[in-house]
T-cell receptor
Framework: AQKVTQAQTEISVVEKEDVTLDCVYE???????LFWYKQPPSGELVFLIR??????QNEISGRYSWNFQKSTSSFNFTITASQVVDSAVYFC???????????????FGKGTHLIIQP | KAGVTQTPRYLIKTRGQQVTLSCSPI?????VSWYQQTPGQGLQFLFE???????NKGNFPGRFSGRQFSNSRSEMNVSTLELGDSALYLC????????????FGPGTRLTVL
């Protein structure tokens, strides 16, 4: 069975600090995708990034960066120079292969509540 | 392109009633998935529909059902509501190919009294 662990339940930092959100996953699939979603108080899950299991290149998008390490089954997310607007719950998710011809659905971690204080 | 829309946004029901939630996917997307989010269990996969057929189902009782129409819009139904069904129900759409990114709607917050 697939599993995603986000050990940090809540993180609170002061604005402009850098912060890293940890994600560790378990899967038996050889082909899979990892995702990060942001959930602001409004409730909608906002897609941030997708990374496939064969691409271990780190990615940077503005203040956001992601570090994928297959050897440690981790897909960590770093926000540089955090801002109050970054406050939200962040979810790491895993998508496995198909079974029976259908999508298995995403397996989500429990989420990390990020609080950026002004 | 318009995003995923869900109606209604908020719903209050009493135990024993049934409820129907609606989801309109992003134009051109043929796959719709449903998730339940609760404080205790987190985000859990309910089921996924593609071309009017349920392709996969999560570990939920038969009280939870769904369907998809020819225009890819989807509905999910919960019968004989229980207090534990109170949750945010999120719908996600994707083009429908293997491992596509899923894009989520704003959710329907269901409260069962």
């Amino acid at each position: 069975a697939q599993k995603v662990t986000q050990a940090q339940t809540e993180i609170s930092v002061v604005e402009k600090e850098d912060v890293t959100l940890d994600c560790v996953y378990e899967t038996r699939d050889t082909t899979y995708y990892l995702f990060w979603y942001k959930q602001p108080p409004s409730g909608e899950l906002v897609f941030l990034i997708r990374r496939n299991s064969f691409d271990e290149q780190n990615e940077i998008s503005g203040r956001y960066s992601w570090n994928f390490q297959k050897s440690t089954s981790s897909f960590n997310f770093t926000i540089t120079a955090s801002q109050v607007v970054d406050s939200a719950v962040y979810f790491c998710a895993l998508s496995g292969g198909y079974s029976g011809g259908g999508a298995d659905g995403l397996t989500f971690g429990k989420g990390t509540h990020l609080i950026i204080q002004p | 392109k318009a995003g995923v829309t869900q109606t209604p946004r908020y719903l209050i029901k009493t135990r024993g009633q049934q409820v129907t939630l609606s989801c309109s996917p992003i134009s051109g997307h043929r796959s719709v998935s449903w998730y339940q989010q609760t404080p205790g269990q987190g985000l859990q996969f309910l089921f996924e529909y593609f071309s009017e057929t349920q392709r996969n189902k999560g570990n939920f009782p038969g009280r939870f059902s769904g369907r998809q129409f020819s225009n890819s819009r989807s509905e999910m139904n919960v019968s004989t509501l229980e207090l534990g069904d109170s949750a945010l129900y999120l719908c996600a759409s994707s083009p429908g190919q293997e491992l596509d990114t899923q894009y989520f709607g704003p959710g329907t917050r269901l409260t069962v009294l």
